[in-house]
T-cell receptor, first 111, second 113 residues
């Protein structure tokens, strides 16, 4: 599975959009981009995933560049409860099932 | 819908003692995972079950760790004997058939003294 690079930490003002970048320059054509987050003292929580097209759900939007070498997770209106570590993971859609977590980005939403 | 249930939530033991963690996945989820998360790091897969079969245990330290998933539902992860370096959060996750989205439990925080 391709390696990802994320900033170590980011701040965001409450109510503003949080844009979390992820670089995955070695991504293969059959690898998906997944985002999970982990709020303090909880298990990781699935947010969204995509292959080529931009995706949106009730939690967030995922913007993948045309060359697929990077992506951005967007939380449109960040709240204090969105403070968490956000993990960007790329993996093949197969039966391996393994998620390889990096260090992630610690997002601090401030009042 | 109930989420993944894990117990205990916290465990403190002395080194060389045995310890066991229990996981009840979401109903209908045939795939079950055990991860270990060291402080300040992302989770790392220890073992993955498809129903009752362990299909990936390559990262499980087999000299002291064991796991089972009898009847393909609940699972137990055991460490015997525990070492200081085993202090970590042990996370269980499950996923349903035909999807690879993993749903995690709250984890068991282990402290080995």
């Amino acid at each position: 599975d391709a390696k990802t690079t994320q900033p170590t930490s980011m701040d965001c003002a409450e109510g503003r959009a949080a844009n979390l970048p992820c670089n995955h320059s070695t991504i293969s054509g059959n690898e998906y981009v997944y985002w999970y987050r982990q709020i303090h003292s909880q298990g990781p929580q699935y947010i969204i995933h995509g292959l080529k097209n931009n995706e949106t759900n009730e939690m967030a939007s995922l913007i993948i560049t045309e060359d697929r070498k990077s992506s951005t997770l967007i939380l449109p209106h960040a709240t204090l409860r969105d403070t968490a570590v956000y993990y960007c993971i790329v993996r093949v859609s197969s039966n391996t099932g393994k998620l390889i977590f990096g260090q992630g980005t610690t997002l601090q939403v401030k009042p | 819908e109930a989420g993944v249930v894990q117990s205990p939530r916290y465990k403190i033991i002395e080194k060389k003692q045995p310890v066991a963690f229990w996981c009840n996945p979401i109903s209908g989820h045939n795939t079950l995972y055990w991860y270990r998360q060291n402080l300040g790091q992302g989770p790392e897969l220890l073992i993955r079950y498809e129903n009752e079969e362990a299909v990936d245990d390559s990262q499980l330290p087999k000299d002291r760790f064991s796991a089972e998933r009898l009847k393909g539902v609940d699972s137990t992860l055991k460490i015997q004997p525990a070492e200081l370096g085993d202090s970590a959060v042990y996370l269980c996750a499950s996923s349903p058939p035909e999807t690879e989205t993993q749903y995690f439990g709250p984890g068991t925080r282990l402290l080995v003294l």
